[in-house]
């Protein structure tokens, strides 16, 4: 068994609006060899995983995969359970999957199943693969070990607790969280209203402040100037200099590095120069330079402050083991590690002990070592340092914290400069005020987990995410920006465009993917056919924006899925042939279904736009449960009659003028001839772009002022519109550029040219590799029953065809379609087709040229005009 081919899909994709997998997946000499079929295969499937007897499957009840298993199921469908369980075992809850045969008679399925965890839900997969080849020849492996790999490889690269619960309370606001690189930096909200944060280090967070709280010999010289309590230490350079100042400080005394963190390398209560001597060497593994601090009497606790308040309050407990008269402490460190609720890292609301040097100084000190039995009930401190990180655990104090310790932790955060600090404070009981018991800021720390918050072993877990996120987002701002997503088989591009410049006329600063590249405003950022996932993100994470306008193609949806979460308005402009017979998608259903996604995607105020005229936007409107807005060239249009009658919002023409029904009364908004772009209603496809482009922009809740202004400048050249329908007048006759590529695009390009007055119409017409056989054809067919001459070009990205193939089935169509075959050319070059058709033009001739390379084209546009010119210029000169 081996993968042929791997998607990770990161948000809502086109078998589920979760994260998911999918692998294609050669069975090889196995594909159609069901699981009962393979000696002892069901057998040491269960023994390995024992709980797939609670998988349901087909059959509806506890144990129906097992059956499916002994009546014989093929091994895709049985790795797709497999992925799902192992990630079940590892803590994760899911549940989709599916497996399908990619096409008949192929050794090759699709395995797709829902993922939480990128790296587990990967790992699950390789682990399905191995153990399942391996079962398969009678072998048996250490499963538990491998679910272990897995858990180590996931805490190492999986969002931390902090992190996570601040993407989940972002999530449940309906906020838009990107995780951002391979760490745990986050962004909430998409263009100028995101926000970054990296565990409870915000993007609001200065620098400054940062750096002193891990300077922890500046921070105490900021709290004592500023009258806040702390212990009294030093800096010392080396050992000598150390125990000077410890003598002087008087024991016991507390070593650490100045620069530390999570209580690394910190040793305390030391009572001796012994006992400093190897705290000095320990300190100095984490930190060159070691600070000396008088030991402060008390309890320990964390404070959390968050934006000038503190929202939660802990006790910290160091961890200890209790003797049972039988076990060493190593032994009941290990029984306390099988704890369910201790992980390695911060994969578990409670950390595994560890047993190191500064635990078995502790030991020493006491007089007891890693071996040392205790008695029944006697209580072992494993380490004096409590934070959880070590093995601590926490008590919930947040209601019981004294005001006057609440304002000295908020005056500390606030004097370091940290919007989020975790203060340490030492002192005898928090709900007395530590000025009276002696207690000390201890220390202020930058981006303090919040672990011990949620998880505490006594009193209530404390959503301090919320606090965070209120702070990042306070009441009545805005976290995030309009979204509007545009797919379609054709007319997405100049959708998209026409709405970019609606939203620009509003004032706002608008990021938009279209097939000619990615845009702020007008300026091209970065050229190419930028219609997928990566060119999405690109602009929802750039801070100028202030709204975004998507075109998503069929390609990006299906290799990535969407590169946002939810937009405010969905478009669909229609449903016709073009990409059939790729990546599965063989029937208009599959298309339909693919581009379907961008309409289900949308916010519960949002709106879905589709188009009342076509068979399968209608279709979709009717099974979709969201707000929609339909539009169609003809008020008669039986959809348009029927929203209007139900009160639903529509965009129709009537009599050549474009209305918007909202609700409860129509609007007259502008005759569509006032629209460039339409040149007098002769391209008639333009008119379709602006009532979708319009319905979008009343879906966003953008006056019909501004949407009429931004129309009546849209024109189709190549300022507003490249590459659409864009005319050039050439010495009496004209060149039109297009990039009609399928059937409907071709159709709809040909009627508008009948539109205008015309002698002969010319085309330079070719289609890309991958379509159909019939797809090419009858585009052939179509230009030969409407063009009096034509020259065949074939793309220079050919799409796996040998040179002249496509050309050779556009000439068959092109002579069923009944034009002369004398009047039919191949020049496979584009540049070169094009300069041939005009060197041939007559006066009032329209050459249209259906393009790959835009730039060629419109070079060529030029050098040809310019070589005319001058022919021109020679005969006036001889006639002269």
């Not at 962004?187 to 402040?209: F, P, V």
């Not at 995030?480 to 465009?497: D, E, F, H």
């Not at 879906?699 to 300022?719: C, H, N, Q, T, W």
């Not at 009047?823 to 584009?830: A, G, K, P, Y």
Request: net charge negative; aromatic share 6%.
């Amino acid at each position: 068994m081996k993968i042929q081919e791997l998607r990770i899909y990161e948000g809502r994709n086109i078998y589920t609006h979760r994260p998911c997998i999918r692998a294609d997946i050669d069975l090889e000499e196995l594909c159609d060899t069901p699981t009962c079929s393979i000696p002892g295969f069901n057998e040491l499937l269960l023994e390995h995983m024992p709980s797939l007897i609670e998988h349901k499957c087909a059959k509806g009840y506890r144990g129906g995969f097992v059956d499916r298993l002994r009546e014989g199921t093929y091994l895709a469908h049985v790795l797709e359970h497999m992925c799902l369980e192992i990630q079940n075992l590892l803590g994760y809850d899911v549940a989709f999957g599916k497996a399908r045969q990619l096409e008949e008679g192929s050794t090759v399925y699709s395995v797709i199943y829902e993922y939480r965890s990128r790296t587990i839900g990967y790992e699950a997969l390789q682990t399905a693969i191995y153990l399942t080849n391996e079962i398969s020849k009678g072998s048996r492996l250490n499963f538990n070990e491998k679910l272990n790999e897995i858990k180590i490889k996931a805490a190492k690269l999986d969002l931390g607790p902090s992190t996570a619960a601040i993407k989940k309370e972002a999530e449940e606001r309906g906020i838009p969280v990107l995780v951002l690189g391979k760490g745990s930096l986050l962004q909430l909200g998409y263009g100028k209203y995101s926000k970054r944060i990296q565990a409870t280090l915000t993007e609001d967070t200065s620098c400054i402040a940062a750096d002193i709280s891990c300077d922890k010999e500046l921070t105490k010289d900021l709290l004592r100037t500023a009258g806040i309590p702390i212990p009294e230490g030093r800096i010392a350079d080396n050992l000598g200099e150390l125990l000077s100042y410890a003598e002087g400080l008087g024991y016991p005394v507390v070593v650490k590095p100045n620069s530390g963190n999570q209580g690394k390398g910190v040793s305390v209560k030391l009572k001796n120069q012994h006992e400093v001597t190897a705290a000095f060497g320990i300190a100095k593994q984490f930190g060159e330079e070691v600070i000396v601090e008088k030991f402060v009497e008390g309890k320990h606790y964390r404070v959390l402050v968050v934006n000038g308040r503190v929202v939660a309050c802990a006790e910290r407990i160091a961890p200890f083991i209790t003797g049972n008269g039988k076990n060493t402490i190593k032994e009941l460190i290990e029984i306390e590690n099988l704890n369910p609720l201790r992980g390695d890292g911060h994969e578990k609301p409670l950390t595994k002990i560890k047993i190191d040097p500064i635990m078995e100084m502790l030991l020493l000190k006491n007089d007891m070592d890693v071996n040392y039995i205790p008695a029944v009930g006697e209580q072992v401190l494993l380490r004096e340092n409590d934070n959880l990180s070590t093995g601590g655990t926490a008590i919930d104090m947040t209601d019981d914290i004294h005001p006057d310790n609440a304002e000295i932790a908020i005056h500390a955060a606030a004097i370091v400069g940290l919007d989020i600090a975790g203060v340490d404070i030492t002192t005898r009981d928090i709900s007395n005020p530590m000025r009276e018991d002696n207690g000390a800021v201890i220390e202020v720390n930058a981006a303090p987990g919040i672990r011990m918050h949620y998880y505490p072993a006594v009193g209530k877990s404390r959503n301090v995410a919320k606090h965070i996120v209120d702070m990042l987002f306070p009441e009545g701002n805005k976290n995030s920006i309009p979204l509007v997503a545009v797919t379609g088989t054709n007319g997405k591009t100049t959708t998209t465009r026409m709405i970019n410049k609606i939203l620009q006329e509003k004032g706002y600063t608008v990021g938009m993917t279209s097939t000619g590249g990615v845009y702020i405003n007008d300026k091209c950022i970065m050229k190419g056919d930028t219609t997928g996932y990566r060119s999405a993100r690109m602009i929802l994470t750039d801070k100028r924006v202030e709204a975004a306008v998507l075109e998503t193609a069929r390609g990006g949806i299906v290799s990535m899925g969407l590169g946002y979460d939810l937009a405010d308005v969905g478009i669909l402009t229609n449903i016709t042939e073009d990409h059939l017979g790729l990546d599965g998608i063989n029937t208009f259903d599959d298309l339909a279904h693919v581009k379907a996604l961008v309409v289900e995607a949308i916010k519960d105020d949002g709106y879905a736009v589709l188009n009342a005229d076509d068979k399968y936007c209608a279709e979709i409107g009717e099974r979709l449960n969201k707000n929609v807005i339909y539009f169609s060239i003809s008020f008669k249009n039986e959809i348009i009659q029927k929203q209007i009658t139900g009160g639903g919002k529509a965009v129709y023409l009537r009599e050549g003028d474009i209305y918007v029904f909202d609700g409860r009364e129509e609007i007259k908004l502008m005759h569509s001839w006032d629209i460039p772009a339409t040149l007098n209603g002769a391209v008639s496809y333009n008119v379709k772009n602006s009532l979708s482009s319009i319905a979008g922009a009343y879906g966003l809740g953008v006056e019909p002022e501004y949407i009429v202004k931004a129309l009546k400048k849209f024109k189709s050249d190549d300022e507003c519109n490249p590459g659409r329908f864009n005319i050039y007048d050439v010495h009496g006759f004209k060149v039109v550029v297009d990039y009609g590529h399928n059937i409907d695009g071709y159709k709809e390009a040909i009627t508008s040219l009948k539109n205008m007055k015309h002698n002969r119409l010319i085309g330079v017409i070719g289609v890309p590799g991958d379509r159909t056989e019939t797809s090419t054809v009858r585009v052939g067919q179509l230009c030969g029953e409407n063009f009096h001459h034509i020259i065949i070009k074939e793309d220079k990205d050919r799409r796996g065809r040998d040179p002249g193939d496509v050309a050779k089935k556009l000439m068959n169509g092109c002579i069923i379609g009944g034009i002369d075959k004398n009047n039919v050319i191949i020049e496979l070059s584009e540049e070169e087709a094009l300069r041939k058709a005009m060197m041939m033009a007559q006066p009032e001739d329209i050459i249209i040229v259906f393009y790959e390379d835009y730039n060629g084209v419109t070079g060529t546009i030029n050098e040809t005009t310019e070589l005319l010119a001058n022919q021109q210029n020679v005969v006036i000169m001889q006639n002269a």
